[in-house]
């Protein structure tokens, strides 16, 4: 709801500015539009890049677990525990664990709520490990920790290194699709250009622009996405179940 109404908001006033400097209302609606599109896609890699930041903080919570377990506490208590000690970003839903916890004292359906509310592949495999180490001893927790840490860095790291070399080559595509419009942008301070499409044909040019634009956005934006690793633990039962 917030991205719709700062889309809408910011859409608005580079209409009311472009026609303002140009009173051309097609070339006003054509930023306008561009516009909108680039705030959505703005406010959406924002919240894309809050998703790799989560991703991000696995290994963190996988060595705060082995801390506490060596330290002397439970499973149960170090869970409980990353609701102050955990990452910054992960303290609310590991703090609903805890009060969930308390509540009705089942450890397994606390973490499968864990695992239900994160749903991505790492945490996934993090939390099917606990209930493993639950429901058959916890003998072999701390390597089976050891082991996944490090899986999960090293996916991280090729990730990470994946993405820095696709970025310039997406930066550049942005640009690309971007500099036309700055051109018009330019040339509309000129009158023959305002009158050029103040007509039909002006317009329907604007608009085929808009489309060329979006088609080559979504399609660069295509080739870049890396694919996300399946969830393998979807439907696994433990305790007998």
Do not use: C
């Not at 840490?149 to 290194?161: H, I, M």
């Not at 009158?191 to 044909?201: D, E, G, L, M, R």
Request: aromatic share 6%.
């Amino acid at each position: 709801m917030k991205i719709k109404i700062r889309t809408v908001a910011l859409s608005s006033l580079t209409i009311a500015v472009i026609y303002l400097g140009t009173e051309s209302i097609s070339i006003a609606l054509a930023f306008g539009a561009l516009i909108a599109g680039i705030t959505f896609v703005t406010l959406r890699s924002k919240n894309l890049q809050n998703e790799s930041a989560l991703v991000a903080v696995w290994p963190e919570v996988i060595d705060h677990l082995m801390s506490g377990i060596q330290s002397g506490l439970s499973l149960t208590e170090s869970l409980a525990g990353l609701s102050t000690r955990g990452p910054e970003i992960l303290r609310p839903a590991f703090a609903q664990f805890r009060s969930s916890l308390y509540r009705h004292g089942d450890v397994s359906e606390a973490i499968k709520a864990l695992k239900d509310h994160f749903h991505h592949h790492g945490s996934d495999q993090i939390f099917e490990a606990l209930l493993i180490s639950k429901a058959l001893g916890g003998g072999e927790l701390l390597a089976i920790l050891r082991t996944l840490g490090d899986f999960l860095r090293q996916d991280l790291a090729l990730r990470r290194e994946i993405e820095v070399k696709h970025g310039w080559i997406k930066n550049s595509a942005h640009l690309s699709a971007v500099a036309p419009w700055i051109l018009l942008l330019l040339l509309s301070t000129q009158p023959s250009t305002v009158i050029a499409y103040s007509t039909s044909t002006g317009a329907a040019i604007l608009i085929a622009g808009l489309l060329m634009t979006a088609i080559a956005y979504l399609w660069m934006d295509r080739l870049g996405r890396l694919p996300s690793s399946p969830r393998i633990f979807t439907g696994t039962q433990h305790g007998g179940q």
